[in-house]
């Protein structure tokens, strides 16, 4: 029951959740999380996907192991779109850019750029980041971020993100280090930030049905209160600059 008053789309393979910012998808030893809520009411959900415990927004949990494989499928062929909002500090991006940098693991098992800061270059033409030389090892993931800036003020831009990739704190780890990192963010923004939550929100999926029908299923997830007041703008101005015909999750 907790749980239902999360969903915001649900058929009889798989529920969507919008997930509260602190609240983790799977047990991490601090406090509930959603695998065990769902246990607790007599549930086994499987999730799809994940998103980390500071995200907001959309998961998807498959209601059985049939579901949860076909939904695994489409996200090895990359047929899921997912698209996010985050707040970055800095107001001097592109209007739209891609970052192209491949991610490994470094110490206590941490993820970061597979290679030196300095060797991150950008191309002002294709609006686009990446490192000098190629990059190889048995622990390097190619990994592509696109984002679209939504508005931008008073050092700090919102930005419509576009994971192409799916990596482990891709999408934190990759603006953090071309010198935007998330307002909020615990690894990598400032420690005298005065905002209280990590401003990245999982804002919309889309996904081929899974009952065979040929039909896409896209879910949205608006920000919440918490969110859209660290946003400068009326809510008719945010909900206007937010309408989903302004975003092709696929394209950007």
Known sequence: KQLRTRAVYEDNGLI??????????????????????????????????????????????????????????????RTVEKLYLAMVAGDDLPAAGVIDLPLTTGRKNRVRIAGQRD????????????????VTGDRVYPSETRFTRIWSGDGRSLLAVHPVTGRR???????AWIGHPIVGDPLF???NTA??????????????????????V??????????????????????????????DSGSH
């Not at 060797?119 to 190629?134: K, Y």
């Not at 400068?232 to 206007?240: F, I, W």
Request: aromatic share 4%; proline share 4%; net charge negative.
């Open 169 to 175: 704190h891709q999408i934190r780890v990759h603006l």
């Open 195 to 216: 905002q209280a939550r990590t401003m990245l929100h999982s804002w919309r999926i889309a996904f081929d049905a899974v009952d065979g029908s040929g039909h896409r």
């Open 16 to 77: 969507a959740l919008d997930k509260p910012a602190g609240v983790a998808v799977v047990g991490d030893n601090t406090a509930d999380d959603l695998l065990t809520l769902a246990s607790a009411s007599g549930e086994i959900l499987r999730p799809a996907h994940r998103i980390d415990k500071v995200t907001s927004g959309v998961i998807l949990l498959a209601k059985s192991a049939e579901v949860h494989a076909a939904l695994a499928r489409q996200l090895h062929d």
């Open 119 to 134: 060797a991150i270059g950008f191309d002002p033409v294709a609006s686009r980041w990446s490192l000098a030389g190629e």
């Open 189 to 191: 923004a400032q420690k």
């Open 218 to 247: 896209q879910i949205d997830a608006t920000p919440d209160a918490e969110f859209r007041a660290a946003i400068p703008l009326t809510a008719r101005e945010l909900d206007a600059l937010l309408l989903p015909e302004h975003f």
